[in-house]
């Protein structure tokens, strides 16, 4: 069924409702000036304000809840019932404070039976198609501006006046269109193709309201004449018949099979698109003059030699109602699927690789367990050694370690006095704050430079490249080659095509060369003599940090060749410092430095590429 206008369709639908035919409305309609708005504005005010007997009633008596004025009448006179009503909105205010807008019209829909109400009745899917638009319109407001009660009641109250904002989420949305009358606007039916068509408004008269000024358009721009000139009005005119036809245009081409245009008699000559094609006119301006013959006398002559249109007179209404008779339905059987699924594809990291388990890190990979080196103690552990041990505390350090400034040293006590706060760690301000002191002052050994002296620097840089590893053989030898083979002999490694996918703790440039630093706060002693480098080079290898060290270098060297003009891996990039959060005293302890060779890094690129 194809309209003109989005005025049109409610009339429509009320006529083919009558007959029990079901339709739905493709239209711009706002949803805001549906009759639901209306009525869910009448239950949130009383939701909102329970103890107001008329505003409760005037919730009662909407189709969303559907008590008659017997019914109310009948409630009102039983003070009990009345009584449990008024409380059941009040609670409804209370869901709605502390749960939420949303948590509190699910409760409502659900305990008030107005799905099924609404459905019961003769446009049921349209009316709760509206109610549930509203809602999550209403829901996504309360987030963006972060309504109470009163603000999203205001918001919403704008929206249903005529002052409210236009936009294309706020256009009614469809029921389910199966087995129903499709009605359409002229305009958004512009591409499209249906079997059969009615086109009940082709006799589309030019509109004037009372108080519209002449309007037209002179080389594209829009020209407003108050003075209404004779000249302008023929112009005007021209312009309207114009746009007429092209909708007529649209309108007549939209069947497949078979079009019906209704012709409306009437008294007065028509002055519509459909009249100007059937009077054979050559000149539109002679045609407004005089409009073309009211009958449909005009339109029988004018077709009358053509085999493929017919001009009938409409047959008379009849009290017959449309009986849905539910034709043979095929019955479906999913197709039984026999290919394979490459189990092989994912998202890796370093932490699937040494688990065996796939999963994306959606955040950083923080120490998850800690190594423990039995060391003969020379003492109780003092200072950062006696630092709490555990995932929680490697996290809070690390968490301070993403936001400090290297540079600005203003900040760090009450950056580490909110982080210890906040992971429930107490007495140690002044023992992380001497740490970290040393460790950003503490030259990094082989290079001569401390990360005080660092400005140019990326904290928690994600990096995702491709992998697609068919040689895991070949990638657990490149590991071998510097590790102690009975350790990483406990590595299985599988084929693995998709990505990997990692966070680099600190990423810096000095000097011309990059370097990347990953933070560790594994304990290995309660002095700092056990933090030499080889007891970290053996936890390096006993914790697979070197295969970690291996696809963060690759990362970075392939970050660098495409962000880096004239990139050459001997030049410009410096390695790796592994960070031993608990052992940092001088330049002798607790920091591990590697740096890959350049064949190493380039068969690792192969290797996960699939080259190899």
Not at 294 to 299: F, K, L, P, V
Not at 588 to 605: A, C, I, Q, Y
């Amino acid at each position: 069924m194809l309209v003109t206008n989005n005025s049109q369709p409610a009339g429509i639908q009320r006529a083919l409702a009558d007959y029990r035919i079901p339709s739905v409305v493709y239209s711009a309609a706002n949803v805001f000036r549906s009759r639901e708005a209306t009525d869910l504005m009448r239950v949130l005010l009383a939701v909102a304000q329970p103890m107001r007997e008329a505003v409760v009633r005037a919730a009662l008596a909407t189709e969303v809840l559907g008590l008659s004025v017997s019914m109310l009448e009948d409630l009102s006179g039983d003070e009990a019932q009345w009584e449990e009503t008024l409380n059941r909105f009040a609670n409804y205010q209370v869901e709605w404070r502390d749960r939420g807008f949303v948590k509190m019209m699910r409760a409502f829909i659900i305990h008030e039976n107005v799905r099924a109400r609404l459905l019961c009745l003769p446009d049921g899917e349209r009316r709760l198609t509206n109610l549930l638009h509203l809602v999550e319109l209403l829901h996504a407001a309360c987030g963006q501006n972060r309504f109470g009660i009163d603000g999203i009641i205001s918001w919403f109250r704008g929206q249903i006046s005529d002052a409210g904002e236009a936009r294309e989420e706020y256009e009614l949305r469809l029921e389910s269109d199966e087995d129903a009358v499709r009605i359409v606007t002229i305009h958004k039916s512009k591409g499209l193709e249906y079997g059969v068509t009615f086109y009940p408004f082709a006799r589309k008269e030019p509109w004037r309201g009372g108080h519209e000024f002449l309007k037209f358009h002179n080389d594209d721009e829009l020209v407003l004449d108050l003075a209404e000139s004779p000249g302008n009005k023929i112009i005007r005119d021209r312009e309207e018949l114009a746009e007429s036809v092209r909708q007529l245009y649209v309108g007549l081409t939209r069947a497949k099979h078979r079009s019906y245009v209704i012709w409306q008699e009437s008294k007065q000559r028509s002055k519509s698109a459909l009249a100007w094609l059937l009077s054979g006119e050559n000149s539109a301006d002679a045609f407004l003059k005089r409009g073309a013959s009211n009958t449909s006398a005009t339109a029988r002559l004018a077709l009358a030699d053509s085999d493929a249109i017919a001009v009938e007179d409409l047959p008379q209404p009849d009290t017959n109602t449309f009986v849905s008779v539910r034709s043979d339905r095929l019955i479906l059987e999913p197709r039984i699927f026999r290919g394979e699924i490459d189990r092989t594809w994912g998202i890796a990291s370093f932490s699937s690789v040494v688990s065996g388990q796939v999963r994306e890190p959606e955040t950083p990979d923080y120490d998850s367990s800690e190594s423990l080196i039995e060391t003969e103690p020379l003492g109780p552990a003092q200072g950062i050694h006696a630092f709490p041990g555990g995932t929680r505390a490697g996290t809070c350090l690390h968490k301070i370690l993403e936001e400090i400034d290297f540079c600005d040293r203003s900040q760090w006590q009450r950056l580490i006095s909110r982080k210890l706060m906040q992971f429930h760690i107490n007495g140690f301000d002044e023992i992380v704050f001497d740490a970290f002191a040393r460790i950003f002052a503490t030259p990094l050994a082989p290079a001569s430079f401390a990360l005080l002296d660092i400005s140019a620097r990326i904290h928690e840089l994600e990096f995702t490249f491709p992998i697609d590893l068919r040689a895991p053989r070949q990638l657990k030898e490149l590991f071998e080659k510097n590790d102690i083979p009975k350790t990483i002999g406990r590595l299985e490694l599988f084929p693995a095509k998709g990505f990997m996918k990692g966070f680099v703790d600190l990423v810096f440039e000095c000097g011309g060369k990059f370097y990347f630093v990953d933070w560790k706060s594994n304990w290995l002693g309660p002095e700092t003599s056990s933090y030499s480098r080889e007891n970290m080079a053996r936890i390096m290898v006993e914790n697979f940090y070197t295969v970690q060290l291996s696809i963060y270098a690759l990362a970075l060297h392939r970050y660098l060749a495409l962000r880096l003009p004239a990139y050459d891996y001997e030049m410009h990039f410096g390695g790796a410092f592994y960070v031993f959060l608990r052992g940092n005293e001088n330049e002798s302890r607790g920091v591990f430095h590697s740096r890959p060779s350049r064949t190493t890094v380039e068969k690792l690129d192969r290797i996960f590429h699939g080259d190899i």
